[in-house]
């Protein structure tokens, strides 16, 4: 047997040692406990609290009158039953009760009865039950029915005004929408969201303390801002009526229209179609989310002979050419390397005042315009470069609405992009460049507004007292002379008197009018080849009852025409006729009276001033 090693010495010394360890941890477990009681008792709070936070009411937008109600938050309401104590009779009570106040039928209603069979204390039963519904349940709570049903309320951003077109809401790419999140997207949602937004209440919630006692308000928050707009609310949806229509008449891939304050750049109405509902906006998102793109600030397209009136100003602000300047309009101008610009009916004209070939559109007299702009291609090529670049074109106007796009316009000084002569000739009536409608927009209304420079924007943050001031808010600048702006916006009302054509299709009753068609060849990247009988078709000008009092423009994006001859587009609504439409909407609306001496038949009245 083997020896043992432990003894009676041995075990005591284990003994004390053991005891010597334990009396310094409880030492140690006194002073903790005692000593340090305030420390461990807050960072045992620390662990256990929660911090929450309650979003703010979003701020309501307005249009213009201040009265009526383009976006605003709601409460919509959940109900969450708890069905654990429910015998059968019970949940078909409550089935038959629930599927009548919610108006439900079918399989909604099938759904809701299979969803009480559960048995969970916190069963959700139904979504976006309205505040009349909630009111009508609380009702029957309060006289002893459905005590185990609860309503929590949800915040909902709506958009009440229909729309011009079916399936519409009113200004929905304008306005944008309120995600799932809280977030504003896309129009003036995203633009001013953190403002509308306000800023959230952040509050402490200790679990250890039951009801309000628990609650410590960390950050009270801000309430959303409302904002109110310029969008006339009456005008937006007769324009959106005007938009749809158009679009239906003329098969179109989409159409667009703007009415603006010259003066102030403060937009009344802009519209498009295709558009959407806001209230649905998850329905979009996943069936054709590109609606929510504002065609009128995000895409561009190449506008065609509305650029005319800036190779005019170019050549007015350097009297190369003047508008009494006869020019040869030879119906086809051939350029070097076998190329040619020709107008669009092809046919000789011979000479012709500048006036007469802007009011007719004549590319071949344009692009003789352009030449004489400087001693060589490149020279000519700066200056009508720089004319754009005065009037903002390809750059941002500044609007305060999300999305805006710059366009596509190329530098000739760019070693990259340099102009050949076809290239000058091309762009001096609106084709090799893209730019986005509110660009040429913003630039119409300089040239009639007396030449100063406008912001456009949509958010009046002028009223009332609180709130960031819009960029808009800086003092106009000269863009160019106010005689050349008087002959610019001559111009244009010498187009609209001139041409028989324009003058019936753009005539209003009481109203002087002016502006500038342009029909543009869309180019297919893809066939790197021109569309055949596929067109863009623009108009911008002005209207008012002794002068320009509005700017206005409309597209009609990829329109086909129904007859094509030698220089006749035919469509069903002519661009000219569809201006007409918006223009007299607009003063009606706008209560711009109708001038009593104002021209009384197409192509007569007072004789525009051509400086």
Same mark, same amino acid.
């Given at each position: 047997?083997?020896?043992?090693?432990?003894?009676?010495?041995?075990?005591?010394?284990?003994?004390?040692?053991?005891?010597?360890?334990?009396?310094?941890? @409880?030492?140690?477990?006194?002073?903790?406990? /005692? %000593? =340090?009681?305030?420390? #461990?008792?807050? &960072?045992?709070?620390? !662990?256990?609290?929660?911090?929450?936070?309650?979003?703010?009411?979003?701020?309501?937008?307005?249009?213009?009158? @201040?009265?009526?109600?383009?976006?605003?938050? /709601? %409460? =919509?309401?959940?109900? #969450?039953?708890? &069905?654990?104590?429910? !015998?059968?009779?019970?949940?078909?009570?409550?089935?038959?009760?629930?599927?009548?106040?919610?108006?439900?039928? @079918?399989?909604?209603?099938?759904?809701?009865?299979?969803?009480?069979?559960?048995?969970?204390?916190?069963?959700?039963?139904?979504?976006?039950?309205?505040?009349?519904?909630?009111?009508?349940?609380?009702?029957?709570?309060?006289?002893?029915?459905?005590?185990?049903?609860?309503?929590?309320?949800?915040?909902?951003?709506?958009?009440?005004?229909?729309?011009?077109?079916?399936?519409?809401?009113?200004?929905?790419?304008?306005?944008?929408?309120?995600?799932?999140?809280?977030?504003?997207?896309?129009?003036?949602?995203?633009?001013?969201?953190?403002?509308?937004?306000?800023?959230?209440?952040?509050?402490?919630?200790?679990?250890?303390?039951?009801?309000?006692?628990?609650?410590?308000?960390?950050?009270?928050?801000?309430?959303?801002?409302?904002?109110?707009?310029?969008?006339?609310?009456?005008?937006?949806?007769?324009?959106?009526?005007?938009?749809?229509?158009?679009?239906?008449?003329?098969?179109?891939?989409?159409?667009?229209?703007?009415?603006?304050?010259?003066?102030?750049?403060?937009?009344?109405?802009?519209?498009?179609?295709?558009?959407?509902?806001?209230?649905?906006?998850?329905?979009?998102?996943?069936?054709?989310?590109?609606?929510?793109?504002?065609?009128?600030?995000?895409?561009?397209?190449?506008?065609?002979?509305?650029?005319?009136?800036?190779?005019?100003?170019?050549?007015?602000?350097?009297?190369?050419?003047?508008?009494?300047?006869?020019?040869?309009?030879?119906?086809?101008?051939?350029?070097?390397?076998?190329?040619?610009?020709?107008?669009?009916?092809?046919?000789?004209?011979?000479?012709?005042?500048?006036?007469?070939?802007?009011?007719?559109?004549?590319?071949?007299?344009?692009?003789?315009?352009?030449?004489?702009?400087?001693?060589?291609?490149?020279?000519?090529?700066k200056v009508l470069y720089q004319t754009w670049q005065t009037y903002g074109i390809g750059q941002k106007t500044g609007i305060d609405l999300a999305g805006e796009a710059v366009g596509t316009v190329?530098?000739?000084?760019?070693?990259?992009?340099?102009?050949?002569?076809?290239?000058?000739?091309?762009?001096?009536?609106?084709?090799?460049?893209?730019?986005?409608?509110?660009?040429?927009?913003?630039?119409?209304?300089?040239?009639?507004?007396?030449?100063m420079s406008v912001t456009p924007h949509v958010a009046d943050l002028d009223y009332g007292n609180s709130g960031p001031k819009p960029t808009a808010a800086s003092a106009p600048k000269a863009v160019?002379?106010?005689?050349?702006?008087?002959?610019?916006?001559?111009?244009?009302?010498?187009?609209?008197?001139?041409?028989?054509?324009?003058?019936?299709?753009?005539?209003?009753?009481?109203?002087?009018?002016?502006?500038?068609?342009?029909?543009?060849?869309?180019?297919?990247?893809?066939?790197?080849?021109?569309?055949?009988?596929?067109?863009?078709?623009?108009?911008?000008?002005?209207?008012?009852?002794?002068?320009?009092?509005?700017?206005?423009?409309?597209?009609?994006?990829?329109?086909?025409?129904?007859?094509?001859?030698?220089?006749?587009?035919?469509?069903?609504?002519?661009?000219?006729?569809?201006?007409?439409?918006?223009?007299?909407?607009?003063?009606?609306?706008?209560?711009?009276?109708?001038?009593?001496?104002?021209?009384?038949?197409?192509?007569?009245?007072?004789?525009?001033?051509?400086?």
């Open positions: 047997m083997t020896d043992r090693t432990d003894s009676k010495a041995r075990l005591l010394l284990i003994f004390l040692v053991v005891t010597l360890l334990a009396g310094g941890l @409880g030492f140690r477990l006194v002073y903790w406990q /005692v %000593n =340090r009681h305030d420390e #461990i008792s807050a &960072l045992v709070s620390q !662990d256990t609290q929660g911090q929450i936070t309650i979003p703010a009411k979003r701020g309501t937008i307005y249009d213009r009158t @201040g009265k009526i109600v383009l976006a605003e938050t /709601v %409460n =919509r309401y959940r109900l #969450i039953g708890n &069905l654990h104590d429910l !015998d059968a009779a019970e949940r078909q009570r409550y089935g038959d009760l629930l599927v009548d106040f919610l108006d439900l039928s @079918g399989d909604d209603a099938a759904t809701l009865r299979k969803t009480l069979q559960e048995t969970g204390y916190y069963v959700l039963l139904a979504t976006n039950v309205d505040a009349q519904t909630a009111q009508d349940l609380y009702t029957q709570q309060n006289l002893g029915q459905l005590s185990a049903i609860t309503l929590e309320a949800t915040p909902v951003r709506v958009y009440p005004q229909a729309g011009g077109a079916p399936r519409t809401s009113l200004a929905a790419q304008l306005l944008g929408f309120v995600n799932a999140s809280g977030v504003g997207q896309y129009g003036l949602e995203q633009k001013y969201d953190s403002m509308l937004a306000g800023r959230p209440e952040t509050v402490k919630v200790d679990p250890n303390k039951p009801g309000p006692v628990g609650w410590t308000v960390v950050d009270p928050g801000l309430p959303g801002q409302d904002i109110r707009t310029t969008i006339d609310a009456g005008l937006q949806l007769q324009v959106e009526q005007e938009v749809f229509a158009t679009w239906l008449a003329d098969r179109a891939q989409a159409v667009s229209a703007v009415v603006m304050d010259p003066k102030s750049g403060a937009l009344l109405a802009e519209a498009s179609y295709p558009s959407y509902d806001a209230n649905v906006y998850q329905q979009v998102a996943n069936q054709d989310p590109g609606l929510f793109i504002d065609p009128v600030i995000s895409s561009q397209y190449e506008p065609g002979s509305v650029f005319k009136l800036f190779t005019a100003s170019a050549a007015l602000q350097t009297r190369t050419t003047l508008l009494t300047t006869r020019l040869n309009d030879s119906g086809v101008l051939k350029l070097p390397g076998n190329q040619e610009v020709a107008d669009a009916d092809r046919r000789a004209r011979g000479m012709m005042s500048f006036a007469d070939i802007v009011a007719y559109s004549r590319n071949v007299g344009v692009s003789r315009a352009a030449f004489r702009l400087g001693n060589t291609t490149t020279a000519a090529s190329p530098d000739p000084s760019n070693p990259l992009t340099p102009w050949a002569q076809i290239d000058l000739a091309n762009r001096s009536f609106g084709q090799g460049v893209a730019v986005p409608p509110i660009q040429i927009m913003k630039a119409y209304s300089e040239m009639v507004n007396g030449g160019v002379s106010s005689s050349l702006a008087s002959q610019l916006t001559g111009l244009m009302e010498h187009v609209v008197t001139t041409v028989p054509s324009y003058a019936q299709a753009t005539y209003v009753p009481g109203y002087f009018v002016g502006g500038k068609t342009g029909t543009a060849q869309i180019w297919d990247s893809t066939k790197n080849d021109w569309m055949q009988d596929i067109y863009n078709y623009s108009f911008y000008g002005w209207i008012g009852d002794n002068g320009p009092d509005l700017t206005v423009g409309v597209v009609i994006y990829r329109g086909t025409p129904t007859r094509i001859a030698q220089g006749v587009l035919d469509m069903p609504v002519q661009s000219t006729a569809f201006f007409r439409r918006v223009a007299t909407d607009a003063v009606n609306s706008l209560g711009i009276p109708p001038n009593p001496n104002g021209p009384k038949a197409p192509g007569r009245g007072r004789t525009p001033s051509l400086g």
